[in-house]
């Protein structure tokens, strides 16, 4: 064929435009933009809302009406119940760390440890209540990779404590434990617990928040500038240790 009877090329700058986009296509993007700006603001906000009723729900009954301020407004006011909680609970704060109140509070308990149901129920939620609120405690707020639910797959895991001396005893090997939380896609509340041994946990630089905006968004949303450096860099770690679990020798099946 001669060259002749090819089409003329057209430099890079005289390129033609794309041809324009459908205005249902302009409408589905515009409406999506919308959505994303929209959306987690009024989830937010319904969330806060939700709070905000659920708190004065429970706080205007112990009110007296005289006390209302609906009994001086044409309206109500949202948010008045969750005032006095805040209110309340920081004097009951200031009242217990005083001599008196720590005195009434050691009476409550012991008659509280004195009831065979309401004791362990008590002591349980006092635990996780001071364990979670201490502001010198470390549960859930290291973030660590634990290989589950088969070899080769890791999952994101919240570090908590080392377990109590009757459950260390009862584990096997000789290996220092660690128990674990770890949250399932996409609600973080729910999960499973267990223990495994430190060796085989994965500390991650990421905070408690940002492993729950990356399981909430199921991988969607990456913490971090560089998500993909990121990224590579857990996996380049998972499988480093995979490697090196692979290479340490296997402990002998104790007899009994």
């Not at 109140?101 to 009476?107: A, C, E, K, N, Q």
């Amino acid at each position: 064929m001669d060259r002749t009877d090819l089409p003329p090329t057209s430099p890079a700058g005289d390129l033609p435009p794309d041809p324009p986009r459908g205005f249902m296509a302009r409408i589905r993007n515009y409406f999506l933009t919308g959505l994303i700006v929209a959306g987690p603001i009024a989830i937010t906000f319904y969330l806060t809302w939700w709070f905000v009723t659920w708190v004065d729900a429970l706080v205007r009954p112990l009110v007296p009406e005289a006390y209302r301020p609906e009994q001086y407004l044409p309206y109500g006011i949202p948010g008045s119940g969750l005032i006095v909680a805040f209110v309340a609970l920081t004097l009951l704060g200031f009242l217990t760390a005083n001599l008196i109140g720590r005195t009434l509070v050691d009476l409550g308990e012991r008659l509280l440890g004195r009831m065979p149901v309401v004791r362990a129920i008590y002591r349980g939620l006092k635990q996780v209540f001071e364990t979670l609120f201490s502001g010198t405690g470390s549960s859930f707020r290291k973030v660590g990779l634990v290989e589950f639910p088969s070899p080769g797959m890791w999952s994101i895991v919240l570090i908590s404590q080392p377990p109590s001396v009757e459950i260390k005893n009862s584990l096997p090997g000789q290996e220092e434990y660690i128990s674990v939380f770890l949250p399932c896609a996409p609600n973080p509340t729910t999960g499973f617990f267990f223990y495994v041994p430190k060796t085989k946990i994965i500390d991650i630089d990421m905070s408690a928040e940002d492993a729950a905006t990356l399981i909430m968004s199921a991988g969607v949303v990456q913490p971090g500038s560089d998500p993909q450096k990121k990224i590579a860099a857990l996996a380049e770690m998972a499988q480093a240790a995979q490697v090196a679990n692979a290479a340490a020798p296997k402990q002998p099946a104790q007899v009994d």
